[in-house]
C-alpha cells in the first residue's frame, strides 16, 4: 500500500507518493511536506510510525520505505527500497496524542546496515540540485519521491474481511516532530492487490 500527497519548491519538486490524491494528507500537513527539503535531510534518520486498528498486526518484513527519484526529461531514474525495522517507542509528545482505543502505534526506522545506502542517494540529490542551481547542468524539474508500504497480518481470531483503519505519521529529521503523512483510512484487507492477508506469527 503508498499514499500519495504532492508538493513542488523550485528547481526540485517533492512529492510524497501514496494510494490517493491530496485528500488523502490533512490541511494541517501540507505546509510540512512544502518544507521538506531533500538535500538537506538525512535520509538515515527519517522515521515512520502507523496507528493500527486492533486485529492487524505490523511485524518484521512489513514496512517499506521507497525512495525514488527522477527527472521531467526521464534521463534520470533512481529508486531505492529501505525494509524497515521496528524500534521501541520514544515518549513522543505528538505520537503520544495520537493514541486512541482498539489502536496501535508502530515506530520504525532505516536498518543501520542501510544507513550508508540512504546517505549516498541523498548526496546524489544534493548533487543534482548543485549542479543545477550552479548552471553546470540545464535546469530542469526534478522529483524526488517518498512511499510508504504497509503489509500487516492478521491477529488469530480476527475477522480477515474486516477494513483496517490505518494512519500514517512521518518524522524526516531528528530535530523535527512527527505530523500526520496520511489521514486515518480504511483499507480492504481481504480484497486489496497486496493478496491474501497472512495470520500473524506466533498466533
Known amino acids: 500500500m503508498k499514499y500519495l500527497s504532492r508538493a513542488s519548491q523550485s528547481v526540485f519538486a517533492l512529492a510524497v507518493l501514496g494510494l490517493s490524491a491530496c485528500t488523502s494528507v490533512p490541511l494541517t500537513s501540507l505546509p510540512r511536506l512544502q ?14 510510525a502507523l496507528r493500527v486498528q486492533e486485529g492487524f498486526r505490523l511485524e518484521k518484513d512489513t514496512v517499506t520505505l521507497s525512495m525514488d527519484l527522477t527527472n521531467e526529461t526521464q534521463w534520470l531514474d533512481l529508486s531505492e527500497q529501505f525494509p524497515l525495522d521496528i524500534r521501541q517507542r520514544d515518549d513522543d509528545p505528538f505520537l503520544n496524542r495520537q493514541a ?17 545506502r540512504a546517505r549516498k542517494l541523498q548526496a546524489v540529490v544534493a548533487d543534482l540540485k548543485r549542479r543545477s542551481e550552479s548552471g553546470e547542468t540545464p535546469k530542469e524539474k526534478h522529483s524526488f519521491s517518498l512511499s510508504v508500504n504497509f503489509k500487516p497480518c492478521l491477529e488469530k481470531g480476527a475477522n480477515p474481511f474486516r477494513n483496517a483503519r490505518v494512519t500514517v505519521y512521518l518524522r524526516p529529521d531528528p530535530a523535527d516532530a512527527y505530523f500526520k503523512l ?22
Not at 35 to 48: A, W, Y
Open 35 to 48: 518544507g521538506l527539503n531533500p538535500t538537506q535531510m538525512d535520509f538515515s534518520e527519517v522515521r515512520v
Open 100 to 116: 486512541k482505543p482498539g489502536f496501535t502505534i508502530y515506530e520504525f526506522q532505516i536498518r543501520p546496515e542501510d544507513a550508508t
Open 182 to 203: 496520511v489521514k486515518e483510512r480504511k483499507f480492504d484487507m481481504a480484497g486489496d492487490t497486496i493478496g491474501q492477508i497472512k495470520t500473524c506469527a506466533g498466533d
